[in-house]
């Protein structure tokens, strides 16, 4: 499985953070460069998007959808049955080899798994209580918005349906992968998180390139507030059923949490070691 790396030409801290991790696991990342919102034609861009659910995307949001739509086409353009993105400021487990280096612990019929934790520790997710075991982790199907889309594995198939329906672009990407709420391509593909989480942003490097871009372009007037008001729908309009899981035990509400975990070879050593 090749492992495509988000990056802005600009932050080789980045890089520099990126390359350490890949020597540390074993593994061998492919870099892309990232779509730039301070070097690129914004207009030319923004003919490329349209004001959608949650409003219209600020140009990092813009830009980091599009920066994630390249890996898409590299996947879809591959030879692999499956590759993983990473944005360049991900943080990964000492097993993360384990998920990342091989397809295999792929049950059949899964086609986009969300890596990461992402948001405060308060933040909970409606997940199914049923899962399967891999590698000391566990899958489960999620009901609720999971957004964050900084390490993620997508097959080659989807990859191409995700090229396909990002020809125009009107949501972030984590909300358009990850959020059933207001992304009919994410209550169809029906993502799966891996629990606990093998991947968070964060580090030395965790300050936000994006995050300028949507504060400074922000503006509390009425449009603002509408925005705010559509976006408090969208979160609300799936609670009966997400209510419903929970009440009849299908699902659960909770919180996911980051565990940095021995490699299990490493793990599988100490305890002969021991013995």
Not at 41 to 53: Q, V
Not at 74 to 87: K, M
Not at 98 to 106: Q, R, T, V
Not at 247 to 257: F, H, M
Request: proline fraction near 4%; aromatic fraction near 8%; glycine fraction near 8%.
């Amino acid at each position: 499985m090749r492992i495509h790396v988000i990056n802005l030409a600009r932050r080789p801290d980045r890089r520099m953070h990126m390359e350490r991790q890949a020597a540390r696991l074993g593994l061998t990342f492919d870099y892309l460069d990232a779509v730039d919102a301070l070097f690129e034609d914004i207009a030319d861009l923004r003919s490329r998007s349209r004001s959608g659910p949650l409003g219209a995307l600020s140009d990092g949001d813009l830009c980091c959808f599009l920066s994630h739509r390249k890996a898409w086409e590299a996947i879809r353009d591959g030879a692999e049955p499956f590759g993983a993105v990473l944005e360049d400021d991900v943080v990964l487990a000492d097993d993360a080899a384990a998920f990342l280096g091989d397809a295999d612990w792929i049950p059949p019929g899964e086609r986009l798994l969300k890596l990461e934790r992402f948001g405060n520790r308060r933040h909970k997710v409606v997940l199914a209580r049923k899962g399967l075991d891999v590698h000391g982790r566990v899958l489960r199907r999620f009901h609720s918005k999971n957004v964050g889309a900084a390490a993620y594995v997508v097959s080659k198939e989807v990859a191409g349906v995700l090229v396909d329906a990002s020809r125009i672009v009107d949501l972030s990407i984590d909300h358009f992968l990850f959020n059933p709420n207001n992304s009919p391509i994410s209550s169809a593909l029906r993502p799966t998180q891996v629990e606990p989480a093998l991947a968070e942003q964060g580090g030395e490097v965790s300050w936000s390139d994006i995050h300028g871009s949507r504060v400074g372009g922000r503006t509390y007037d009425f449009a603002y507030w509408k925005r705010e008001a559509i976006r408090g729908w969208y979160e609300i309009r799936l609670v009966p059923k997400l209510a419903w899981l929970v009440v009849s035990g299908r699902a659960e509400l909770r919180k996911l949490s980051f565990e940095n975990r021995p490699a299990p070879v490493a793990a599988e050593r100490a305890r002969s070691e021991a013995a």
